[in-house]
C-alpha cells in the first residue's frame, strides 16, 4: 500500500461493467412509470401547420400527448456560453423550445410526446400522431449558411450568423507577416460533422414525489449539478433545493451529455403534470438525430514562412455550424477552445483567427472529445507537413526549427502565446525526438523508397500537438462568455473505523475515477484502496460540482481532493499530537501512521479517525469529526502535448487506406495510474483515426443525415487499427498539487492529423496535397485517378 | 428500437410452416437466425403479423454428403457452414466465402436460407452459391421444386420464391481438388457487407483453366453469373495477360448501384480490381 499513485491498479469498477452489473438510467424501474416517445420531424425545415393528437390519444395504453402549444410558456433550454460579434453585440441566442411549436428546425425535432403506460405503447400511438408539415429550403453547409439568400435557420436571424469573432495579434501585422514570407502555404478543408456514438444512449427519467413536492431526475448526464442549475433557474423556475439529480453510470459521453436536453425538462415537468414517473431513452437512431455532434467547420487556413522554413504567420477562416439551436457550450467551442490553441507549440510571431459561427438545418453541434482543439491541431499540422512537402523539408525537421523552448513553468516563467493563453511548463523536442526513435524515421525513409520504386505507396504523417485542460480558472472563461464557473469540489469523510467515502463532482461515466481517485486517497492516507469508496453522480450526496469534460477530472476534481485529504491530515495531526503528547511539529504522517520523529512512537490513521467520533481525550476547542470539503479553482488551465507519427499504406487499385503503425509519445504530466492514461490514450487515437478515415455525420442538401445508423455510420473496427505504440514524458504541471495535465482528448487531437498526413504522403507521387475527411477509398482513388 | 406486435408460433415441421404460409400470405414472415429480419422489424420497415419460427426444425439444420453433392440444410448457420469440414473439403467456396460474414455472433445466428431469401443485393452469399452453381430446394403449397442459384435472385430484397414457399436446402456439387476457389469482397466500411463480392470456382489443370464460374455480389440489384469473365478464362493458360483480360471484362453490360459510399464508377472500377484479385487468390 505504499506508493499507489503510479501503478498500473486495475479498475474497481469494471467487475460490474463486464458482468453486466452496471445500473444506467434505463435499468431504472420505478413503480406506475410511464413511458415516452417522441414524434420527430423527418423534415430538415418545415413550417408545423398542424398536430392532430385525437388517434393517438385514443389508442390504448396512452397517457398522454402534448405538443408545442402545451409548453409555449415554458423557456427554452439556454445557451451557457455567451459570445459577442466583433462589433461588440451579443451573440443570436434564438428559443430553443422543448418541443416545436412554428417549425421544425432539424430531421428529429420533436414535434411531439407520447406518453404511455408501455415504451410498446408509447411507440406504436406516436405514429398515430398526425403533423400537417409543409416542407421548406434547408441549409446544412457552415459557410453557405452565411450566403445572401440562404434558407434562414431563425427568421430573425440574418444570414443564419450566430456571431463573428476574432482573436490574435492585429488582423494587419498578420496580413504583413503573410505578405512578406517567402513561402506560404494555404488550405481549405472542411473539419466534417462527426456523431458522438456513446455506448449508452441518452436516457432520462422524470419522477415527481407530490408529498415532499420534490423531483428526481435520473439521467445519463456528464454534468449533473450544472443540469440542475440550469433546469431549474432557467427552464423551470423550480427551486434547486427541489431537485435531485441521479447519474450513476454512464456509458461514455465523448462530450455530448455535457448538455443540459430538451428531454430532461420534459420528463421532469410532464412527471409533475401526471403524478407519475416519466422515462425516455433514445433509440440509436435517435441519438443520431438529436445528440449534440462534432466539428463541422470549414476553413481556409494560411501559413507563412521565412527562407530558413521559420514560420512568420498564420491566417485562420473559419465558418463553424451551430446546427439548429445553440447547444449548452456550443459558442465557446470554435472561438475560446479552438483559436486559442493556434500557437500550438511553435513560436509563430502574428496569427490572427476569424470565425464566424453559423445556424445550419442539422443537429446542433457542441463539444466532442477535444472541442476546438482537435480542429485547430488539424489545421497546424496538415499546414506543417504541407510546408514540409512543399519546401522540400523534412516535416520532423521543420518542427524542431520552430519549437518553443522548453520551460518548467516554476523557476522559468510560463510561455504567453499570441492567442490569450498562457503555457503552463513544456518540453516540445524530447516526444518528437522519442517518436522518431520509436519510428526507425531513418530506415524508415529507405523502406518508403523501395516501396515506391515497386509501385507500393507507404507514406508517414506527423502531429506535434497541444491541448489546454483543467477547464478551467473560473475568472479566465468568466471572462470569455463562460456562464458558469469551471472550479470542482470534493468532500472527504473518514469514518470512525478509518474507512473513508470521497464525494466528488467529477463524474466519471467510463474514465475510471472509482480508481485513480481512490488511489490518491489510499496513498495520500497510506491505507489499502479497498477502504476508500468514490462516490459521484447524486447531487443529494455530492455537495455540488461541475462535472467531467476537457479532461478536467483529476487536474481539477483531483487537486479538489487533495485540499480535502491534506485538510484530513493536519486535523489529524492535531489529534494526534494531543494523543502522542507531543508538538504537532515534532509529527511526521506516512505510511498511515503519525510518528513522533526521531522515536517508535505513533499512532495508526484509524484509531485517529475513532478518536475524532469519540472525543473522549479530545484537543480542546477541536470539533469532533474527521471531514472535510474543498473547492478547487485551478490557478491555470494544464497544457499536455505529444507526437503522434501514423504509417500508412493506400491500395493503389482501390484507394483504401491501411494503417500500419501508430505511434504515440504523450506529455500529461504526472500519471496516477498507467494502465488507466494507456487506455485513454488508445482510445482517444482511435476516436480519431475514425475521423480520419471512416466517420461522417452525413447530411444530404435537403438535410437528411444519410448515415444515421450503423449500416451507415462507419465507426472505427479493432481490425482497422494497428497495435497503438505509446510512450510518455513527463513535465508535471507546476500549478497543481498533483502536478497531473490530462489524459482523455490528447488521443484524438493528435491522431486526426497524423494519419491524414501519412496519407498525403503516401499519395505525393501523385501531386496530392489535401483531400477532405473522411479519406474514403472513393476519394482516394478518385485523387489519384486525376 | 421496438417491433410492431406480432404474434409468434414455432413451427416443427417444414409442413407445418408450409401451411401457416399459405393461411397467412404476406402477412406471415419466416424466422430462422433473424439477423436481417429483426432489425428491419425493430425500424418497423417491416412489420409482419405473424413470425413462423423454423430455427427448431430438426431436418433444416444438418449438411449432408449425398455423393455427388452436399446438401446443406436451410437453418444451417454461416459459422456452421464456415467450420464444416465436409464443406472446407468438397465445396470450399461456400466455408470461404461464410468465413468473411459479418463477425462471429452474426456468423454464429444467422442462417443461409434467411441470408438468400432476404436477398439483400450486398449480401455474400449469392455470389457464392452462383458460382458454386448450387440449386435452391423449396417447398410450399405446390410441393417440392428446385431453382438454380443463378435464377433464384431475382431484384433487390426480391427472389424467385412463392410466397407460400420455405427453403429447405441449398445442393451444391462437390468440386474435386482440381477445381480452386476464391471470394474476395472489399466491404462496405460501416456494415461490412461486399460494396463488390466476387466468387471464383475454376477446374485447372496446372496453369490450365478447364473451366471457371465467376460471380458477382454488391455490384448491381442482384447477383449475377458473370459470363464474359467466366468463359474469357475457361480454356486458358492463366498468366498475368490473360487474367488481365478476363478481369477487364468484369461486370459489363450490368447496371451498376451507386450510393453514398461507391459510386457507380468506382464499382465498376472495383468489380474489375475484384475479379483480378479472386482470380489470383484462386490460383495462388
Same mark, same amino acid.
Given at each position: 500500500?505504499?506508493?499507489?499513485?503510479?501503478?498500473?491498479?486495475?479498475?474497481? /469498477?469494471?467487475?460490474?461493467?463486464?458482468?453486466?452489473?452496471?445500473?444506467?438510467? *434505463?435499468?431504472?424501474?420505478?413503480?406506475?412509470?410511464?413511458?415516452?416517445?417522441?414524434?420527430?420531424?423527418?423534415?430538415?425545415?418545415?413550417?408545423?401547420?398542424?398536430?392532430?393528437?385525437?388517434?393517438?390519444? @385514443?389508442?390504448?395504453? +396512452?397517457?398522454?400527448?402534448?405538443?408545442? @402549444?402545451?409548453?409555449?410558456?415554458?423557456?427554452?433550454?439556454?445557451?451557457?456560453?455567451?459570445?459577442?460579434?466583433?462589433?461588440?453585440?451579443?451573440?443570436?441566442?434564438?428559443?430553443?423550445?422543448?418541443?416545436?411549436?412554428? $417549425?421544425?428546425?432539424?430531421?428529429?425535432?420533436?414535434?411531439?410526446?407520447?406518453?404511455?403506460?408501455?415504451? /410498446?405503447?408509447?411507440?406504436?400511438?406516436?405514429?398515430?400522431?398526425?403533423?400537417?408539415?409543409? /416542407?421548406?429550403?434547408?441549409?446544412?453547409?457552415?459557410?453557405?449558411?452565411?450566403?445572401?439568400?440562404?434558407?434562414?435557420?431563425?427568421?430573425?436571424?440574418?444570414?443564419?450568423?450566430?456571431?463573428?469573432?476574432?482573436?490574435?495579434?492585429? $488582423?494587419?501585422?498578420?496580413?504583413?507577416?503573410?505578405?512578406?514570407?517567402?513561402?506560404?502555404?494555404?488550405?481549405?478543408?472542411?473539419?466534417?460533422?462527426? @456523431?458522438?456514438?456513446?455506448?449508452?444512449?441518452?436516457?432520462?427519467?422524470?419522477?415527481?414525489?407530490?408529498?415532499?413536492?420534490?423531483?428526481?431526475?435520473?439521467?445519463?448526464?456528464?454534468?449533473?449539478?450544472?443540469?440542475?442549475?440550469?433546469?431549474?433557474?432557467?427552464?423551470?423556475?423550480?427551486?434547486?433545493?427541489?431537485?435531485?439529480?441521479?447519474? $450513476?453510470?454512464?456509458?461514455?459521453?465523448?462530450?455530448?451529455?455535457?448538455?443540459?436536453?430538451?428531454?430532461?425538462?420534459?420528463?421532469?415537468?410532464?412527471?409533475?403534470?401526471?403524478?407519475?414517473?416519466?422515462?425516455?431513452?433514445?433509440?440509436?437512431?435517435?441519438?443520431?438525430?438529436?445528440?449534440?455532434?462534432?466539428? *463541422?467547420?470549414?476553413?481556409?487556413?494560411?501559413?507563412?514562412?521565412?527562407?530558413?522554413?521559420?514560420?512568420?504567420?498564420?491566417?485562420?477562416?473559419?465558418?463553424?455550424?451551430?446546427?439548429?439551436?445553440?447547444?449548452?457550450?456550443?459558442?465557446?467551442?470554435?472561438?475560446?477552445?479552438?483559436?486559442?490553441?493556434?500557437?500550438? +507549440?511553435?513560436?509563430?510571431?502574428?496569427?490572427?483567427?476569424?470565425?464566424? @459561427?453559423?445556424?445550419?438545418?442539422?443537429?446542433?453541434?457542441?463539444?466532442?472529445?477535444?472541442?476546438?482543439?482537435?480542429?485547430?491541431?488539424?489545421?497546424?499540422?496538415?499546414?506543417?507537413?504541407?510546408?514540409?512537402?512543399?519546401?522540400?523539408?523534412?516535416?520532423?525537421?521543420?518542427?524542431?526549427?520552430?519549437?518553443?523552448?522548453?520551460?518548467?513553468?516554476?523557476? /522559468?516563467?510560463?510561455?504567453?502565446?499570441?492567442?490569450?493563453?498562457?503555457?503552463?511548463?513544456?518540453?516540445?523536442?524530447?516526444?518528437?525526438?522519442r517518436a522518431l526513435e520509436m519510428t526507425g524515421y531513418k530506415d524508415f525513409r529507405k523502406e518508403q523508397a523501395e516501396a515506391r520504386a515497386n509501385g507500393k505507396l507507404l507514406g508517414i504523417g506527423f502531429s506535434t500537438y497541444i491541448e489546454a485542460c483543467g477547464i478551467a480558472p473560473s475568472a479566465v472563461v468568466g471572462a470569455l462568455g463562460a456562464r458558469a464557473g469551471l472550479f470542482e469540489v470534493s468532500q472527504v469523510r473518514v469514518h470512525p473505523t478509518g474507512k473513508v467515502s470521497v464525494f466528488t463532482g467529477a463524474h466519471s461515466h467510463g474514465q475510471g475515477h472509482e480508481t485513480t481517485f481512490a488511489q490518491v486517497v489510499a496513498d495520500k492516507f497510506g491505507i489499502p484502496m479497498e477502504d476508500v469508496d468514490i462516490v459521484h453522480g447524486d447531487s443529494d450526496t455530492v455537495a455540488f460540482g461541475m462535472g467531467t469534460y476537457g479532461s478536467r477530472s483529476l487536474a481539477v476534481g483531483g487537486s479538489a481532493l487533495v485540499k480535502s485529504i491534506e485538510k484530513i491530515i493536519d486535523k489529524g495531526t492535531k489529534i !494526534?499530537?494531543? $494523543?502522542?503528547?507531543?508538538?504537532?511539529?515534532?509529527?511526521?504522517?506516512?505510511?498511515?501512521?503519525?510518528? +513522533?520523529?526521531?522515536?517508535?512512537?505513533?499512532?495508526?490513521?484509524?484509531?485517529?479517525?475513532?478518536?475524532?467520533?469519540?472525543?473522549?481525550?479530545?484537543?480542546?476547542?477541536?470539533?469532533?469529526?474527521?471531514?472535510?470539503?474543498?473547492?478547487?479553482?485551478?490557478?491555470?488551465?494544464?497544457?499536455?502535448?505529444?507526437?503522434?507519427? !501514423?504509417?500508412?499504406?493506400?491500395?493503389?487499385?482501390?484507394?483504401?487506406?491501411?494503417?500500419?503503425?501508430?505511434?504515440?509519445?504523450?506529455?500529461?504530466?504526472?500519471?496516477?495510474?498507467?494502465?488507466?492514461?494507456?487506455?485513454?490514450?488508445?482510445?482517444?487515437?482511435?476516436?480519431?483515426?475514425?475521423?480520419?478515415?471512416?466517420?461522417?455525420?452525413?447530411?444530404d442538401e435537403d438535410g437528411q443525415l444519410v448515415t444515421g445508423s450503423y449500416m451507415d455510420y462507419a465507426m472505427p473496427r479493432a481490425d482497422d487499427v494497428p497495435m497503438i505504440e505509446t510512450d510518455r514524458t513527463t513535465t508535471p504541471c507546476p500549478h497543481n498539487p498533483l502536478g497531473v495535465k490530462g489524459a482523455g482528448e490528447a488521443g484524438a487531437i493528435g491522431s486526426t492529423p497524423a494519419v491524414v498526413n501519412a496519407v498525403m504522403d503516401a499519395l505525393a507521387p501523385y501531386g496530392i496535397k489535401n483531400l477532405s475527411m473522411p479519406l474514403t477509398s472513393e476519394s482516394v482513388w478518385r485523387a489519384m485517378k486525376g | 428500437m421496438i417491433p410492431a406486435a406480432f404474434d409468434y408460433h414455432k413451427a416443427t415441421s417444414v409442413a407445418e410452416a408450409v401451411g401457416l404460409l399459405k393461411e397467412h400470405g404476406m402477412d406471415a414472415k419466416i424466422l430462422a437466425g433473424g439477423h436481417s429480419l429483426i432489425p428491419a422489424m425493430k425500424l418497423r420497415l417491416n412489420q409482419p403479423e405473424l413470425l413462423i419460427d423454423i430455427s427448431?426444425?430438426?431436418?433444416?439444420?444438418?449438411?449432408?454428403?449425398?455423393?455427388?453433392?452436399?446438401? &446443406?440444410?436451410?437453418?444451417?448457420?454461416?459459422?456452421?457452414?464456415?467450420?464444416?469440414?465436409?464443406?472446407?473439403?468438397?465445396? =470450399? &467456396?461456400?466455408?470461404?466465402?461464410?468465413?468473411?460474414?459479418?463477425?462471429?455472433?452474426?456468423?454464429?445466428?444467422?442462417?443461409?436460407?434467411?441470408? &438468400?431469401?432476404?436477398?439483400? =443485393?450486398?449480401?455474400?452469399?449469392?455470389?457464392?452459391?452462383?458460382?458454386?452453381?448450387?440449386? &435452391?430446394?423449396?417447398?410450399?403449397?405446390?410441393?417440392?421444386?428446385?431453382?438454380?442459384?443463378?435464377?433464384?435472385?431475382?431484384?433487390?430484397?426480391?427472389?424467385?420464391?412463392?410466397?407460400?414457399?420455405?427453403?429447405?436446402?441449398?445442393?451444391? =456439387?462437390?468440386?474435386?481438388?482440381?477445381?480452386?476457389?476464391?471470394?474476395?469482397?472489399?466491404?462496405? =466500411?460501416?456494415?461490412?457487407?461486399?460494396?463488390?463480392?466476387?466468387?471464383?470456382?475454376?477446374?485447372?489443370?496446372?496453369?490450365?483453366?478447364?473451366?471457371?464460374?465467376?460471380?458477382?455480389?454488391?455490384?448491381?440489384?442482384?447477383?449475377?453469373?458473370?459470363?464474359?469473365?467466366?468463359?474469357?478464362?475457361?480454356?486458358?493458360?492463366?498468366?498475368?495477360?490473360?487474367?488481365?483480360?478476363?478481369?477487364?471484362?468484369?461486370?459489363?453490360?450490368?447496371?451498376?448501384?451507386?450510393?453514398?459510399?461507391?459510386?457507380?464508377?468506382?464499382?465498376?472500377?472495383?468489380?474489375?480490381?475484384?475479379?483480378?484479385?479472386?482470380?489470383?487468390?484462386?490460383?495462388?
Amino acid at each position: 500500500m505504499t506508493k499507489m499513485i503510479g501503478k498500473s491498479v486495475k479498475r474497481v /469498477e469494471d467487475k460490474r461493467f463486464i458482468t453486466g452489473k452496471g445500473q444506467y438510467t *434505463d435499468d431504472i424501474i420505478l413503480p406506475n412509470m410511464t413511458y415516452a416517445q417522441f414524434v420527430r420531424s423527418p423534415y430538415a425545415h418545415a413550417k408545423v401547420l398542424g398536430v392532430d393528437t385525437s388517434e393517438a390519444l @385514443a389508442h390504448p395504453g +396512452v397517457v398522454a400527448v402534448y405538443t408545442g @402549444a402545451d409548453f409555449a410558456e415554458i423557456n427554452g433550454v439556454p445557451c451557457g456560453w455567451q459570445v459577442d460579434f466583433k462589433n461588440g453585440d451579443t451573440m443570436k441566442e434564438p428559443k430553443h423550445p422543448l418541443i416545436v411549436v412554428d $417549425k421544425a428546425r432539424h430531421a428529429g425535432d420533436a414535434v411531439a410526446i407520447v406518453i404511455a403506460e408501455s415504451r /410498446e405503447a408509447a411507440r406504436d400511438a406516436a405514429d398515430l400522431v398526425d403533423v400537417d408539415y409543409e /416542407e421548406l429550403e434547408a441549409v446544412v453547409d457552415p459557410k453557405k449558411a452565411a450566403e445572401e439568400g440562404a434558407p434562414l435557420v431563425h427568421d430573425d436571424v440574418p444570414n443564419n450568423i450566430c456571431f463573428d469573432w476574432e482573436l490574435g495579434n492585429p $488582423k494587419e501585422e498578420v496580413d504583413a507577416a503573410i505578405a512578406a514570407a517567402s513561402h506560404v502555404t494555404t488550405l481549405e478543408f472542411a473539419n466534417q460533422r462527426v @456523431a458522438p456514438n456513446a455506448i449508452e444512449p441518452r436516457s432520462y427519467i422524470g419522477d415527481y414525489d407530490s408529498t415532499n413536492d420534490k423531483y428526481t431526475l435520473y439521467t445519463s448526464t456528464q454534468n449533473p449539478h450544472l443540469i440542475r442549475l440550469l433546469m431549474c433557474a432557467f427552464v423551470l423556475g423550480i427551486p434547486e433545493h427541489k431537485v435531485r439529480i441521479v447519474s $450513476k453510470d454512464v456509458g461514455g459521453g465523448f462530450g455530448s451529455k455535457i448538455f443540459h436536453y430538451t428531454e430532461e425538462a420534459l420528463v421532469t415537468y410532464i412527471s409533475k403534470q401526471l403524478g407519475r414517473p416519466v422515462k425516455w431513452t433514445a433509440e440509436r437512431s435517435e441519438a443520431f438525430l438529436t445528440d449534440a455532434h462534432g466539428r *463541422d467547420h470549414v476553413s481556409k487556413a494560411e501559413m507563412g514562412f521565412d527562407a530558413e522554413g521559420k514560420i512568420t504567420g498564420l491566417r485562420i477562416k473559419t465558418y463553424a455550424s451551430m446546427g439548429g439551436y445553440l447547444s449548452t457550450f456550443a459558442p465557446a467551442v470554435p472561438t475560446y477552445l479552438h483559436g486559442t490553441l493556434l500557437q500550438g +507549440v511553435y513560436t509563430t510571431p502574428k496569427i490572427h483567427i476569424d470565425v464566424v @459561427a453559423t445556424f445550419t438545418h442539422t443537429s446542433a453541434v457542441d463539444a466532442y472529445r477535444g472541442a476546438g482543439r482537435p480542429e485547430a491541431t488539424y489545421l497546424l499540422e496538415r499546414l506543417m507537413d504541407t510546408a514540409a512537402l512543399e519546401m522540400e523539408m523534412d516535416p520532423a525537421e521543420l518542427r524542431f526549427k520552430n519549437f518553443i523552448p522548453a520551460f518548467n513553468g516554476i523557476d /522559468e516563467p510560463g510561455y504567453a502565446t499570441n492567442v490569450a493563453l498562457q503555457y503552463d511548463s513544456g518540453n516540445y523536442a524530447p516526444v518528437l525526438e522519442r517518436a522518431l526513435e520509436m519510428t526507425g524515421y531513418k530506415d524508415f525513409r529507405k523502406e518508403q523508397a523501395e516501396a515506391r520504386a515497386n509501385g507500393k505507396l507507404l507514406g508517414i504523417g506527423f502531429s506535434t500537438y497541444i491541448e489546454a485542460c483543467g477547464i478551467a480558472p473560473s475568472a479566465v472563461v468568466g471572462a470569455l462568455g463562460a456562464r458558469a464557473g469551471l472550479f470542482e469540489v470534493s468532500q472527504v469523510r473518514v469514518h470512525p473505523t478509518g474507512k473513508v467515502s470521497v464525494f466528488t463532482g467529477a463524474h466519471s461515466h467510463g474514465q475510471g475515477h472509482e480508481t485513480t481517485f481512490a488511489q490518491v486517497v489510499a496513498d495520500k492516507f497510506g491505507i489499502p484502496m479497498e477502504d476508500v469508496d468514490i462516490v459521484h453522480g447524486d447531487s443529494d450526496t455530492v455537495a455540488f460540482g461541475m462535472g467531467t469534460y476537457g479532461s478536467r477530472s483529476l487536474a481539477v476534481g483531483g487537486s479538489a481532493l487533495v485540499k480535502s485529504i491534506e485538510k484530513i491530515i493536519d486535523k489529524g495531526t492535531k489529534i !494526534a499530537a494531543h $494523543k502522542l503528547e507531543a508538538a504537532e511539529e515534532d509529527l511526521e504522517f506516512a505510511e498511515g501512521k503519525w510518528t +513522533v520523529k526521531g522515536t517508535d512512537k505513533s499512532i495508526g490513521f484509524a484509531d485517529i479517525s475513532l478518536t475524532a467520533y469519540v472525543p473522549h481525550d479530545y484537543p480542546a476547542g477541536l470539533e469532533p469529526g474527521l471531514d472535510f470539503s474543498s473547492f478547487y479553482d485551478p490557478a491555470n488551465f494544464t497544457y499536455p502535448f505529444g507526437a503522434h507519427i !501514423a504509417i500508412v499504406e493506400v491500395d493503389k487499385d482501390t484507394g483504401k487506406v491501411s494503417l500500419k503503425r501508430f505511434i504515440a509519445v504523450d506529455d500529461v504530466g504526472n500519471v496516477i495510474n498507467p494502465m488507466i492514461v494507456d487506455g485513454q490514450i488508445h482510445g482517444g487515437v482511435v476516436q480519431g483515426i475514425g475521423q480520419a478515415l471512416l466517420e461522417h455525420a452525413f447530411y444530404d442538401e435537403d438535410g437528411q443525415l444519410v448515415t444515421g445508423s450503423y449500416m451507415d455510420y462507419a465507426m472505427p473496427r479493432a481490425d482497422d487499427v494497428p497495435m497503438i505504440e505509446t510512450d510518455r514524458t513527463t513535465t508535471p504541471c507546476p500549478h497543481n498539487p498533483l502536478g497531473v495535465k490530462g489524459a482523455g482528448e490528447a488521443g484524438a487531437i493528435g491522431s486526426t492529423p497524423a494519419v491524414v498526413n501519412a496519407v498525403m504522403d503516401a499519395l505525393a507521387p501523385y501531386g496530392i496535397k489535401n483531400l477532405s475527411m473522411p479519406l474514403t477509398s472513393e476519394s482516394v482513388w478518385r485523387a489519384m485517378k486525376g | 428500437m421496438i417491433p410492431a406486435a406480432f404474434d409468434y408460433h414455432k413451427a416443427t415441421s417444414v409442413a407445418e410452416a408450409v401451411g401457416l404460409l399459405k393461411e397467412h400470405g404476406m402477412d406471415a414472415k419466416i424466422l430462422a437466425g433473424g439477423h436481417s429480419l429483426i432489425p428491419a422489424m425493430k425500424l418497423r420497415l417491416n412489420q409482419p403479423e405473424l413470425l413462423i419460427d423454423i430455427s427448431g426444425i430438426a431436418d433444416l439444420k444438418g449438411i449432408k454428403d449425398e455423393g455427388r453433392k452436399l446438401v &446443406i440444410g436451410a437453418a444451417c448457420t454461416h459459422g456452421a457452414i464456415a467450420s464444416s469440414a465436409e464443406v472446407n473439403k468438397d465445396a =470450399p &467456396i461456400l466455408a470461404i466465402t461464410a468465413k468473411t460474414i459479418g463477425d462471429i455472433q452474426i456468423r454464429n445466428k444467422g442462417t443461409i436460407g434467411g441470408s &438468400i431469401a432476404h436477398a439483400d =443485393p450486398a449480401a455474400d452469399w449469392p455470389a457464392a452459391l452462383i458460382a458454386a452453381d448450387a440449386t &435452391i430446394e423449396v417447398l410450399g403449397g405446390g410441393g417440392s421444386r428446385t431453382i438454380a442459384a443463378t435464377d433464384f435472385f431475382t431484384g433487390i430484397y426480391d427472389t424467385a420464391l412463392e410466397e407460400d414457399e420455405v427453403i429447405i436446402a441449398i445442393h451444391v =456439387p462437390k468440386v474435386s481438388s482440381t477445381f480452386t476457389s476464391a471470394y474476395a469482397k472489399f466491404f462496405q =466500411p460501416a456494415s461490412r457487407f461486399a460494396i463488390v463480392g466476387c466468387a471464383v470456382v475454376m477446374e485447372m489443370k496446372d496453369n490450365y483453366c478447364v473451366s471457371a464460374r465467376v460471380a458477382f455480389t454488391g455490384v448491381s440489384d442482384m447477383a449475377f453469373f458473370d459470363e464474359k469473365v467466366s468463359s474469357a478464362l475457361a480454356g486458358k493458360s492463366l498468366n498475368d495477360e490473360t487474367i488481365a483480360a478476363a478481369a477487364a471484362q468484369a461486370a459489363q453490360g450490368v447496371d451498376t448501384l451507386g450510393d453514398h459510399f461507391a459510386s457507380e464508377e468506382y464499382r465498376e472500377h472495383l468489380a474489375k480490381v475484384y475479379a483480378e484479385r479472386a482470380i489470383r487468390e484462386a490460383i495462388a
